[in-house]
């Protein structure tokens, strides 16, 4: 275990004159509160905040980022309050420790619900503060190194939510070790079979490529002394989940990934990187496209690096890296290395705006409530891989890679992507799907009268687009459904000789409107447009005894009950009883999935997965609160898809692992690829998702498998 005097000494090394005073008094009151706990792994509690302290050290951080690793837990997990840590350790210090604490205090109706709000809040404290997230990542790495200690289920929950959010965000911060040791750690939880695969064909040939890796650093070194170039030369190796990434996507076997390993050198100045560079095509033939200059264009993140590959001295390809020593602190630490937090000060506005993305991801989700919606935007704007495209100006914007002319119009601003109607992508009109490359001009058509249309939501990659185009759609949806409810209810009442004015000019519009649980009279008569609620029940409330026999043929289901009634196919509907279910063949849906339903015009109501594609398109108005009963009996049908490499057997031990988990194949295909690669396509009846969780993991175990994953149609 790391001992504070271990941690002080990293600190005097990069900020002798840091107030050392302040972080062992963080260190005893975090002893205190903390003591008698104990970790999973046996050892006193007080070890994690130590390690975690540890780990903000070797970034360089401030004292007070390393106090407050210190302190991290002990608002969650000891008697200690935010009052307590203001008054003995000031407010900056309370306020980071108050970003980083967890949600686990609060209720919440599902644990996706409270991860969903936990990032949620994790995102607006590192906004105003990003000393919160590095403190969160330095958390993480630590809980990732220990995850061995948790039950299998956790782990795998854990490792799931680390691939998905804190490994994108060290990467967008810039901090690429911790992203690589959040990915590779993930990665032996997530596909601990492949992990173990590569893992041993690594060390198979590791003497080998040490002695290559020797070889390509002398033949660097001697060229670039002829030239008079002193630097650094590095060899190093592609990580776990790099490879099994790229084996993945592109199909290949673990020989046929040439960049298993890949060189870095680094010199004093810019212009030594570029005449390195020349001499480096000199003695390898470059390879062509596959030359990037990140020192001329930088990343967002402020990445800068020449990146090229060669033909190696056998014939094989090699990747090269080129940068200064002061690039590649930024390589190493990101943000860290342009903190600029030291006694009291705040960021400067270079790096204010490197990071704008931070505040873009607050801007575009405060107002999305549905967790899995917010968790997927979040996923969408971390994602890693940009595209940089020039305004007709002249103006660099940055998207995500298959980002099309939509996603820039809405980049450019809200007005420009609504009313656009065409684009042109280098002086050509191009189809607005159209994916944008590295390097385009792009110029956008736009015309009053254009307007969006649901099937834009197919074309976006960036969550603005997406956000600004269903706020539309919502708002044209709305008004439609108005209109429609209010025609509805005036017929009915004119039917009963009743005029729906009156009632909407009385007072007691405002009881009738919050009896239905709406907030103002136009919501309760959209929401009879959209079909939530009919004109009957309205007058029923405005006139007890309507003269009319329509009752008996209209449904009268409203949304303010919360009695709930079983249906037969194992699903819930709030606040309605005796509605036809059906479930979206597009996702197939299973007991244990978060679910929502979808309102259809005489159809009942259709449930879907949340996130499902689909689903995302449907006017959110329609929605309706939906869930599994707690009896489910009944089986539900579920794709599945597996890759192995073809062998005699290797169906038969598929079919056996599947029956020995007590499920049903109902249809099964086979097709062999061209790389001798079996692809097989299940179709299983299984009683739910932990029931599909247990064949999965059945499959996996069968030999030559090599993926399983489900798939929606």
């Known amino acids: ?98 970003g980083v604490t967890k949600l686990s205090k609060l209720s919440f109706r599902s644990s996706q619900e409270r991860q969903a709000e936990s990032i949620r809040k994790m995102i607006l404290a590192m906004a105003d503060d990003i000393r919160v997230v590095l403190i969160k990542l330095a958390d993480r790495v630590h809980n990732m190194r220990t995850l061995q200690f948790q039950k299998e289920n956790k782990q795998v929950r854990i490792a799931q939510e680390t691939l998905d959010i804190y490994a994108p965000i060290a990467g967008r911060l810039g901090i690429y070790w911790i992203k690589q040791e959040l990915e590779d750690r993930s990665s032996m939880y997530l596909y601990p079979e492949q992990y173990r695969e590569i893992e041993n064909l690594q060390n198979q040939k590791k003497h080998e490529r040490d002695a290559y890796v020797e070889k390509v650093k002398g033949i ?51 212009p030594q990187c570029y005449e390195a560079l020349g001499l480096v095509h000199n003695i ?23 990146h090229t590959t060669v033909i190696g001295p056998f014939g094989e390809r090699m990747e090269i ?19 600029s937090y030291k006694e009291g000060k705040q960021a400067d506005e270079k790096t204010r705006q490197a990071f704008a993305w931070i505040q873009d991801i607050v801007e575009h989700q405060k107002n999305v409530k549905d967790p899995q919606e917010f968790l997927e935007n979040v996923r969408i704007e971390l994602f890693p891989d940009e595209v940089y495209v020039f305004t007709p100006a002249g103006d660099v914007k940055a998207l995500p890679r298959g980002a099309t002319p939509l996603d820039f119009a809405y980049a450019i601003h809200s007005e420009v992507g609504n009313h656009c109607t065409g684009a042109k992508v280098n002086g050509r009109m191009v189809p607005l799907r159209t994916e944008l490359k590295t390097g385009d001009s792009v110029e956008i058509r736009t015309q009053k009268k254009g307007h969006p249309s649901k099937d834009w939501l197919l074309h976006v990659k960036t969550v603005k687009a997406r956000t600004r185009i269903r706020q539309w759609i919502k708002t044209e949806e709305r008004e439609r459904s108005l209109a429609l409810g209010r025609e509805m209810c005036e017929k009915t009442f004119r039917r009963n000789r009743m005029a729906l004015s009156t009632m909407l000019n009385s007072p007691e519009v405002e009881k009738i409107y919050k009896d239905f649980g709406y907030k103002d009279a136009d919501s309760m008569l959209a929401a009879v447009g959209y079909g939530k609620l009919t004109p009957l029940q309205i007058l029923k409330k405005w006139a007890p005894q309507p003269d009319s026999d329509e009752e008996n043929k209209l449904p009268t289901h409203a949304p303010a009950p919360s009695k709930k009634k079983k249906d037969a196919t194992g699903i819930l509907v709030k606040g309605m009883d005796d509605m036809l279910i059906r479930f979206g063949k597009c996702c197939n849906p299973l007991p244990g999935d978060p679910v929502v339903g979808y309102i259809t015009r005489g159809h009942g109501v259709t449930v879907h997965l949340k996130g499902c594609v689909n689903a995302m398109q449907m006017d959110p108005e329609r929605a309706i609160e939906v869930e599994w009963a707690e009896d489910v009996t009944q089986t539900y049908p579920v794709r599945l898809y597996v890759r192995a490499n073809d ?46 969780d247990v064949v999965i993991a059945s499959i996996r175990k069968v030999n030559s498998v090599t993926l399983v994953k489900r798939q929606s149609r």
Request: glycine share 6%; proline share 3%.
């Open 284 to 306: 390898w033939k470059p390879i062509a496209k596959k030359f990037k200059d990140y020192i001329g264009n930088p990343k967002p993140n402020m990445y800068q690096s020449l």
């Open 321 to 339: 890296q080129i940068r200064t020593q002061e690039m590649d602190a930024v390589a190493k630490s990101g943000i860290a290395a342009h903190w």
């Open 647 to 692: 062998r005699v057997g290797l169906l038969a031990d598929i079919t056996a692992a599947v029956s020995q988990c007590d499920a049903n194949i109902t249809s099964i295909n086979t097709r062999l690829g061209e790389d001798q690669q079996a692809n097989v396509y299940l179709v299983v009846q299984v009683a739910g998702k932990d029931r599909l």
């Open 1 to 98: 275990m790391i001992r504070i005097q271990d941690i002080i000494d990293k600190v005097w090394d990069y900020n002798p004159d840091a107030d050392f005073d302040l972080i062992e008094r963080a260190y005893i009151f975090s002893a205190r509160v903390h003591d008698g706990q104990v970790r999973l792994s046996g050892e006193p509690y007080l070890s994690h905040p130590l390690e975690v302290a540890g780990i903000l050290a070797d970034m360089h951080l401030d004292v007070t980022s390393i106090g407050a690793g210190l302190l991290h837990d002990v608002v969650e997990d000891t008697h200690a309050t935010p009052e307590q840590i203001d008054s003995m350790f000031g407010a900056d210090m309370a306020h980071i420790v108050k």
């Open 220 to 270: 660097l070194h001697d060229k670039l002394g002829e030239a008079g170039l002193k630097g650094q030369i590095l060899g190093r190796y592609k990580s776990f989940y790099s490879i099994y990434n790229k084996m993945l996507q592109q199909n290949l076997e673990f020989e046929e990934v040439y960049d298993i390993i890949a060189f870095r050198v680094i010199l004093d100045t810019i």
